[in-house]
Protein backbone atom coordinates (compact mmCIF):
# COMPACT_ATOMS: atom_id res chain seq x y z
CA UNK A 1 0.00 0.00 0.00
CA UNK A 2 1.16 3.35 -0.87
CA UNK A 3 2.42 5.97 2.50
CA UNK A 4 -0.68 7.66 3.91
CA UNK A 5 0.02 10.92 5.36
CA UNK A 6 -1.93 10.30 7.95
CA UNK A 7 -1.61 7.02 10.54
CA UNK A 8 -4.71 5.23 10.70
CA UNK A 9 -5.42 3.60 14.27
CA UNK A 10 -8.74 0.94 14.32
CA UNK A 11 -10.22 0.95 17.67
CA UNK A 12 -13.98 -0.97 19.12
CA UNK A 13 -16.83 1.56 18.41
CA UNK A 14 -18.71 0.75 20.98
CA UNK A 15 -18.13 -2.00 23.56
CA UNK A 16 -15.55 -3.36 26.01
CA UNK A 17 -12.54 -1.84 24.61
CA UNK A 18 -13.95 1.19 23.52
CA UNK A 19 -13.74 3.81 27.02
CA UNK A 20 -10.15 2.42 27.22
CA UNK A 21 -8.95 2.47 23.93
CA UNK A 22 -9.73 6.16 24.11
CA UNK A 23 -8.81 7.01 27.35
CA UNK A 24 -5.11 5.74 26.34
CA UNK A 25 -4.95 7.56 23.49
CA UNK A 26 -6.15 10.93 24.88
CA UNK A 27 -3.49 9.92 28.14
CA UNK A 28 -0.90 9.81 25.45
CA UNK A 29 -1.71 13.69 24.45
CA UNK A 30 -3.95 12.82 21.48
CA UNK A 31 -6.71 15.24 20.92
CA UNK A 32 -9.64 13.03 19.44
CA UNK A 33 -13.40 14.58 18.84
CA UNK A 34 -15.51 11.67 18.84
CA UNK A 35 -19.04 12.30 17.57
CA UNK A 36 -21.35 9.41 18.67
CA UNK A 37 -22.56 7.87 14.90
CA UNK A 38 -19.25 8.57 13.31
CA UNK A 39 -16.74 6.06 12.01
CA UNK A 40 -13.94 7.87 11.57
CA UNK A 41 -12.37 10.41 13.69
CA UNK A 42 -9.31 12.68 13.33
CA UNK A 43 -7.20 13.70 15.81
CA UNK A 44 -6.56 17.79 16.19
CA UNK A 45 -3.18 17.49 17.45
CA UNK A 46 -1.62 14.33 15.38
CA UNK A 47 -1.68 13.32 12.23
CA UNK A 48 -4.02 10.17 13.13
CA UNK A 49 -7.02 9.16 12.06
CA UNK A 50 -9.16 6.55 14.67
CA UNK A 51 -11.55 4.32 12.68
CA UNK A 52 -14.02 2.91 15.01
CA UNK A 53 -15.31 -0.37 13.94
CA UNK A 54 -16.21 -3.65 15.27
CA UNK A 55 -13.81 -5.57 17.49
CA UNK A 56 -14.07 -8.50 15.19
CA UNK A 57 -13.00 -6.34 12.17
CA UNK A 58 -9.62 -5.02 13.81
CA UNK A 59 -7.01 -7.70 12.99
CA UNK A 60 -8.43 -8.02 9.47
CA UNK A 61 -8.10 -4.57 8.73
CA UNK A 62 -4.39 -4.50 10.21
CA UNK A 63 -3.89 -7.52 8.58
CA UNK A 64 -4.65 -6.64 5.08
CA UNK A 65 -2.77 -3.20 5.94
CA UNK A 66 -6.00 -1.01 5.57
CA UNK A 67 -5.21 0.60 8.58
CA UNK A 68 -1.48 0.61 10.34
CA UNK A 69 -2.57 0.16 14.47
CA UNK A 70 -5.20 -1.48 15.93
CA UNK A 71 -6.74 -1.98 19.47
CA UNK A 72 -7.81 -5.58 20.12
CA UNK A 73 -8.30 -8.54 22.55
CA UNK A 74 -5.72 -10.93 22.04
CA UNK A 75 -8.84 -13.59 22.12
CA UNK A 76 -10.13 -11.86 18.64
CA UNK A 77 -6.85 -11.56 17.08
CA UNK A 78 -5.81 -15.02 18.05
CA UNK A 79 -9.26 -16.32 16.53
CA UNK A 80 -8.92 -13.91 12.85
CA UNK A 81 -5.34 -15.36 12.80
CA UNK A 82 -6.36 -19.15 13.06
CA UNK A 83 -8.99 -18.34 10.45
CA UNK A 84 -6.88 -16.76 7.95
CA UNK A 85 -3.35 -19.00 8.16
CA UNK A 86 -7.09 -21.74 7.32
CA UNK A 87 -8.31 -19.88 4.40
CA UNK A 88 -3.98 -18.95 3.37
CA UNK A 89 -4.76 -15.58 3.66
CA UNK A 90 -2.29 -13.17 4.81
CA UNK A 91 -1.90 -12.90 8.83
CA UNK A 92 1.29 -10.13 8.70
CA UNK A 93 0.93 -7.89 12.61
CA UNK A 94 2.99 -7.97 14.99
CA UNK A 95 2.66 -7.18 18.62
CA UNK A 96 3.87 -4.09 19.71
CA UNK A 97 2.58 -3.74 23.35
CA UNK A 98 0.22 -5.32 25.76
CA UNK A 99 -2.40 -2.92 27.29
CA UNK A 100 -3.55 -2.83 30.79
CA UNK A 101 -7.21 -3.63 30.22
CA UNK A 102 -9.62 -6.18 28.52
CA UNK A 103 -8.34 -8.81 31.03
CA UNK A 104 -10.56 -11.86 30.94
CA UNK A 105 -10.38 -15.28 30.44
CA UNK A 106 -11.91 -17.84 27.55
CA UNK A 107 -13.87 -20.32 29.70
CA UNK A 108 -15.79 -23.27 29.01
CA UNK A 109 -18.91 -23.72 30.97
CA UNK A 110 -21.84 -26.16 31.85
CA UNK A 111 -25.41 -26.11 33.85
CA UNK A 112 -25.18 -25.99 37.73
CA UNK A 113 -26.31 -29.35 37.67
CA UNK A 114 -23.78 -31.21 34.90
CA UNK A 115 -21.81 -33.44 36.24
CA UNK A 116 -18.53 -32.26 34.72
CA UNK A 117 -15.50 -34.73 35.35
CA UNK A 118 -13.12 -33.39 32.55
CA UNK A 119 -13.49 -32.29 28.78
CA UNK A 120 -13.80 -35.97 28.15
CA UNK A 121 -17.40 -35.23 28.98
CA UNK A 122 -17.99 -33.01 26.19
CA UNK A 123 -17.71 -35.99 23.46
CA UNK A 124 -20.68 -35.17 21.20
CA UNK A 125 -22.01 -32.44 22.67
CA UNK A 126 -22.91 -29.05 21.13
CA UNK A 127 -21.28 -26.25 22.33
CA UNK A 128 -22.23 -22.72 21.72
CA UNK A 129 -19.28 -20.40 21.38
CA UNK A 130 -18.91 -16.93 19.28
CA UNK A 131 -14.95 -17.90 18.82
CA UNK A 132 -14.67 -21.15 16.97
CA UNK A 133 -11.37 -22.07 16.51
CA UNK A 134 -9.97 -21.25 19.82
CA UNK A 135 -12.59 -23.58 20.93
CA UNK A 136 -11.60 -26.28 18.43
CA UNK A 137 -8.04 -26.04 18.85
CA UNK A 138 -8.36 -27.34 22.56
CA UNK A 139 -10.76 -29.64 22.17
CA UNK A 140 -8.91 -31.16 19.77
CA UNK A 141 -5.61 -31.05 21.66
CA UNK A 142 -8.01 -33.31 24.40
CA UNK A 143 -8.79 -35.50 21.48
CA UNK A 144 -12.71 -34.60 21.98
CA UNK A 145 -15.33 -34.60 19.06
CA UNK A 146 -18.16 -32.03 19.21
CA UNK A 147 -20.30 -29.74 17.27
CA UNK A 148 -20.28 -25.98 17.23
CA UNK A 149 -23.56 -23.82 17.90
CA UNK A 150 -22.24 -20.51 16.77
CA UNK A 151 -23.33 -17.48 18.05
CA UNK A 152 -21.86 -13.62 17.83
CA UNK A 153 -23.56 -12.46 21.35
CA UNK A 154 -25.52 -13.68 24.46
CA UNK A 155 -23.80 -17.29 24.50
CA UNK A 156 -24.55 -17.50 27.98
CA UNK A 157 -28.54 -18.13 27.34
CA UNK A 158 -27.91 -20.73 24.55
CA UNK A 159 -27.72 -24.26 27.36
CA UNK A 160 -31.21 -22.59 29.01
CA UNK A 161 -32.49 -22.22 25.37
CA UNK A 162 -32.05 -25.53 24.47
CA UNK A 163 -29.76 -24.31 21.60
CA UNK A 164 -26.37 -26.12 23.00
CA UNK A 165 -25.33 -28.59 26.29
CA UNK A 166 -22.47 -26.76 27.14
CA UNK A 167 -20.94 -23.01 26.24
CA UNK A 168 -17.76 -21.67 25.38
CA UNK A 169 -17.19 -17.66 25.89
CA UNK A 170 -15.58 -14.75 28.16
CA UNK A 171 -15.30 -14.39 31.36
CA UNK A 172 -14.37 -11.83 33.82
CA UNK A 173 -16.29 -11.63 37.32
CA UNK A 174 -18.21 -14.83 36.79
CA UNK A 175 -21.49 -12.83 36.74
CA UNK A 176 -23.05 -13.23 33.94
CA UNK A 177 -22.06 -17.14 34.30
CA UNK A 178 -23.65 -17.67 37.40
CA UNK A 179 -26.93 -15.12 36.71
CA UNK A 180 -27.56 -17.97 33.78
CA UNK A 181 -27.11 -20.77 36.06
CA UNK A 182 -24.17 -21.74 34.60
CA UNK A 183 -20.43 -22.90 36.29
CA UNK A 184 -16.88 -22.47 34.49
CA UNK A 185 -15.26 -26.20 34.43
CA UNK A 186 -12.03 -25.11 32.17
CA UNK A 187 -9.99 -21.58 31.53
CA UNK A 188 -8.66 -22.39 27.62
CA UNK A 189 -7.42 -19.08 27.07
CA UNK A 190 -6.25 -15.83 28.81
CA UNK A 191 -6.81 -12.71 26.46
CA UNK A 192 -5.79 -8.72 27.28
CA UNK A 193 -6.04 -5.87 25.04
CA UNK A 194 -3.22 -5.51 22.95
CA UNK A 195 -2.13 -2.89 20.50
CA UNK A 196 -0.88 -4.28 17.03
CA UNK A 197 0.82 -3.15 14.18
CA UNK A 198 0.66 -3.85 10.22
CA UNK A 199 3.09 -4.52 8.06
CA UNK A 200 2.76 -0.89 6.29
CA UNK A 201 6.17 1.10 5.94
CA UNK A 202 5.95 4.02 8.26
CA UNK A 203 7.42 7.13 7.39
CA UNK A 204 10.20 8.28 9.42
CA UNK A 205 8.18 11.05 10.85
CA UNK A 206 5.49 8.54 11.47
CA UNK A 207 8.19 6.06 13.03
CA UNK A 208 8.92 8.87 15.54
CA UNK A 209 5.57 9.75 16.28
CA UNK A 210 5.14 5.96 17.03
CA UNK A 211 7.91 5.85 19.60
CA UNK A 212 7.12 8.66 21.03
CA UNK A 213 3.43 7.32 22.10
CA UNK A 214 4.58 4.11 22.86
CA UNK A 215 6.47 5.88 25.30
CA UNK A 216 3.88 7.96 26.77
CA UNK A 217 1.92 4.83 26.62
CA UNK A 218 4.21 3.23 28.66
CA UNK A 219 4.61 6.10 31.12
CA UNK A 220 0.38 6.26 31.37
CA UNK A 221 0.27 2.48 32.51
CA UNK A 222 3.14 2.88 34.70
CA UNK A 223 1.41 6.07 36.29
CA UNK A 224 -1.83 4.09 37.03
CA UNK A 225 0.26 1.61 39.07
CA UNK A 226 2.13 4.30 41.17
CA UNK A 227 1.62 6.25 43.72
CA UNK A 228 3.27 9.52 45.13
CA UNK A 229 3.28 9.03 49.43
CA UNK A 230 4.67 11.29 52.07
CA UNK A 231 4.70 10.72 55.48
CA UNK A 232 6.29 11.59 58.70
CA UNK A 233 8.38 9.21 60.22
CA UNK A 234 10.49 9.31 63.38
CA UNK A 235 14.38 8.96 62.57
CA UNK A 236 14.44 6.03 64.88
CA UNK A 237 12.21 3.85 62.70
CA UNK A 238 13.30 5.14 59.28
CA UNK A 239 14.59 1.85 57.90
CA UNK A 240 11.86 0.47 59.22
CA UNK A 241 9.70 2.53 57.60
CA UNK A 242 11.12 2.45 54.21
CA UNK A 243 11.29 -1.28 54.14
CA UNK A 244 7.48 -1.26 54.18
CA UNK A 245 6.86 0.78 51.30
CA UNK A 246 7.05 -0.82 47.94
CA UNK A 247 9.69 0.11 45.58
CA UNK A 248 10.73 2.85 47.47
CA UNK A 249 14.69 1.99 46.81
CA UNK A 250 15.16 6.14 46.92
CA UNK A 251 13.10 7.91 49.11
CA UNK A 252 13.62 11.54 49.28
CA UNK A 253 14.44 12.44 53.00
CA UNK A 254 13.53 16.14 54.36
CA UNK A 255 13.66 18.09 57.65
CA UNK A 256 11.15 18.69 59.53
CA UNK A 257 10.99 22.46 60.76
CA UNK A 258 10.47 22.77 64.55
CA UNK A 259 10.68 18.74 64.73
CA UNK A 260 13.78 17.27 65.50
CA UNK A 261 12.45 13.97 66.19
CA UNK A 262 10.75 13.31 63.00
CA UNK A 263 11.68 13.73 59.21
CA UNK A 264 9.33 14.15 56.38
CA UNK A 265 9.63 11.08 53.79
CA UNK A 266 9.05 11.78 49.88
CA UNK A 267 8.41 8.18 47.91
CA UNK A 268 7.26 6.96 44.32
CA UNK A 269 6.13 3.66 45.08
CA UNK A 270 5.70 1.09 41.93
CA UNK A 271 2.32 -0.26 44.09
CA UNK A 272 -0.54 0.88 45.82
CA UNK A 273 -0.03 1.24 49.26
CA UNK A 274 -2.50 -0.80 51.04
CA UNK A 275 -4.57 -0.16 53.97
CA UNK A 276 -2.81 -2.70 56.16
CA UNK A 277 0.50 -1.34 55.47
CA UNK A 278 -0.89 1.75 56.22
CA UNK A 279 -1.61 1.03 59.76
CA UNK A 280 1.85 -0.93 59.88
CA UNK A 281 3.57 2.55 59.48
CA UNK A 282 1.45 3.81 61.77
CA UNK A 283 2.30 1.39 64.55
CA UNK A 284 5.66 2.56 63.87
CA UNK A 285 5.05 6.25 64.74
CA UNK A 286 4.35 7.76 60.99
CA UNK A 287 2.33 10.20 60.91
CA UNK A 288 0.35 12.63 58.16
CA UNK A 289 0.98 9.59 55.61
CA UNK A 290 -0.56 10.87 52.34
CA UNK A 291 -1.15 8.39 49.27
CA UNK A 292 -1.59 10.31 45.55
CA UNK A 293 -2.31 9.11 42.51
CA UNK A 294 0.12 9.97 39.88
CA UNK A 295 -1.00 11.37 36.22
CA UNK A 296 1.79 10.69 33.91
CA UNK A 297 5.89 9.46 34.18
CA UNK A 298 8.87 9.85 32.22
CA UNK A 299 11.59 7.24 33.95
N1 LIG B 1 -16.01 -9.22 30.89
C1 LIG B 1 -14.94 -8.78 30.30
N2 LIG B 1 -13.97 -8.17 30.99
C2 LIG B 1 -12.88 -7.71 30.39
N3 LIG B 1 -12.66 -7.81 29.06
C3 LIG B 1 -13.57 -8.38 28.33
C4 LIG B 1 -14.77 -8.88 28.90
N4 LIG B 1 -15.54 -9.38 27.94
C5 LIG B 1 -14.84 -9.20 26.83
N5 LIG B 1 -13.66 -8.61 27.04
C6 LIG B 1 -12.63 -8.24 26.03
O1 LIG B 1 -13.17 -7.16 25.28
C7 LIG B 1 -13.35 -7.52 23.91
C8 LIG B 1 -14.62 -6.88 23.41
O2 LIG B 1 -15.71 -7.38 24.13
P1 LIG B 1 -17.22 -7.03 23.73
O3 LIG B 1 -18.09 -7.82 24.63
O4 LIG B 1 -17.38 -5.56 23.71
O5 LIG B 1 -17.19 -7.63 22.27
P2 LIG B 1 -18.31 -7.71 21.13
O6 LIG B 1 -19.66 -7.89 21.76
O7 LIG B 1 -17.80 -8.75 20.20
O8 LIG B 1 -18.24 -6.27 20.47
P3 LIG B 1 -18.42 -5.78 18.94
O9 LIG B 1 -19.77 -5.19 18.87
O10 LIG B 1 -17.34 -4.75 18.74
O11 LIG B 1 -18.21 -6.98 18.04
C9 LIG B 1 -13.36 -9.05 23.93
O12 LIG B 1 -12.97 -9.61 22.70
C10 LIG B 1 -12.38 -9.37 25.02
O13 LIG B 1 -11.06 -9.29 24.55
O1 LIG C 1 -17.68 -12.55 33.87
P1 LIG C 1 -18.36 -11.22 33.67
O2 LIG C 1 -17.70 -10.12 34.45
O3 LIG C 1 -19.82 -11.29 33.93
O4 LIG C 1 -18.16 -10.80 32.14
C1 LIG C 1 -18.47 -11.68 31.10
C2 LIG C 1 -19.32 -11.04 30.06
O5 LIG C 1 -18.67 -9.89 29.53
C3 LIG C 1 -18.70 -9.98 28.11
O6 LIG C 1 -19.86 -9.45 27.57
P2 LIG C 1 -20.22 -7.89 27.63
O7 LIG C 1 -20.73 -7.54 28.99
O8 LIG C 1 -19.04 -7.09 27.18
O9 LIG C 1 -21.41 -7.72 26.62
P3 LIG C 1 -21.85 -8.54 25.34
O10 LIG C 1 -22.43 -9.83 25.86
O11 LIG C 1 -22.87 -7.62 24.73
O12 LIG C 1 -20.64 -8.74 24.46
C4 LIG C 1 -18.69 -11.47 27.84
O13 LIG C 1 -19.17 -11.78 26.54
C5 LIG C 1 -19.54 -12.02 28.94
O14 LIG C 1 -20.91 -12.04 28.55
MG1 LIG D 1 -17.24 -8.66 18.37
Known amino acids: MTEQKRLRIAIQKSGRLSDDSQALLKSCGMKINLRQQR ?3 HSENMPVDLLRVRDDDIPGLVM ?7 IVGENVLEEETMLRTAQNEPTDCDILKRLDFGDCRFSLAVAEEFDYTGPQCLANKRIATSYPGILKRYLDEQGVPFSTCMLAGSVEVATRAGLADAICDLVSTGATLEANGLKEVEVIY ?4 VLIKS ?6 EHQELLDRLLMRMQGTMEAKESKYIMLHAPKTH ?3 IVDLLPGSEHPTVLALAGDEDKVALHVVSTENLFWETMEKLKTLGASSILVMPIEKMLR
Open 199 to 204: KNKLSD
Open 238 to 240: LDQ
Open 39 to 41: LIA
Open 64 to 70: DGVVDFG
Open 190 to 193: RSQA
